[in-house]
């Protein structure tokens, strides 16, 4: 069995950038930084940041577009995915990003346009079709809307159709 699961909590570094395809699916990518603090051998308090690209798509990246600001806390879930191309150079590029299937927005700061204590915004597969788009409560009074969208996959596809899309 394999997985591929990523779960990110960290904060945008930037705010989302959404573009559209020609095929008219709308693509979103931002970054998030996420740190790690430790004491080294000699008690001294250490801290290393990591910077991760995210993309989310259709639906997701309308949502991302309208509610995401730089310096929110976000929860990512989703997967790894490395892309190559060829660039302008003719040298050969790579590019590892986190595809995200969904993501949890923390508390709402002040003077943004976020839901009041958080959302959970999902790409559901069910086979549910009222409950697409559906905003539903939790206990805790988070909304949750789940999109029902079929994953989208940029890799290995041999149709000439496909869309590579390099930020």
Known sequence: MNLNKVYLIGRLTQDPEVKSIPSGQNVASFSLATNRVWNNQSGQKQEQ??????????????????????????????????????????????????????????????????????????????????????????????PVIQIEEEPISTQGNDDSDSEVVPF
């Open 49 to 142: 940041v990591e910077f991760h690209n995210i993309v989310v798509w259709r639906k997701l990246a309308d949502i991302a577009g309208q509610y995401l600001k730089k310096g929110q806390l976000l929860m990512v879930e989703g997967r790894l995915q490395t892309r190559n191309w060829v660039g302008q150079d003719g040298v050969k590029r790579y590019r590892t990003e986190i595809v995200a299937e969904n993501f949890q927005m923390g508390p709402k700061a002040s003077g943004t346009s976020a839901p009041s204590k958080g959302a959970t915004f999902k790409n559901s597969t069910t086979a549910n079709p009222a409950s697409a788009s559906s905003v539903s409560t939790q206990p805790e009074d988070i």
